[in-house]
């Protein structure tokens, strides 16, 4: 049986350290273009989209979900600049 994402404090705390590790990495990459507030502020969200998915591909897929929408507002700000 998968593990889903539950709410209670153990989680949240193994939540937070994921979301701090993928702000991290992606910080590194992205750094140059985007604040760390608003790397935070991606993947947060993009984290909080996942909510319901099984617990282990959270890193995962909300790392490469936060990577996707910084790339395209990358994207997006290039050619509206």
Known sequence: MTDV????????MRERELVDAM???LFVEFGDRFSRRWVTWIVRGCVRDLAGIPRGALA?????SARQRLLEIAVDQRSAG
Do not use: S
């Open 5 to 12: 994402y539950v709410a209670g404090p153990l989680w949240a």
């Open 23 to 25: 702000v991290d990495r």
């Open 60 to 64: 995962e897929l909300g790392e490469r």
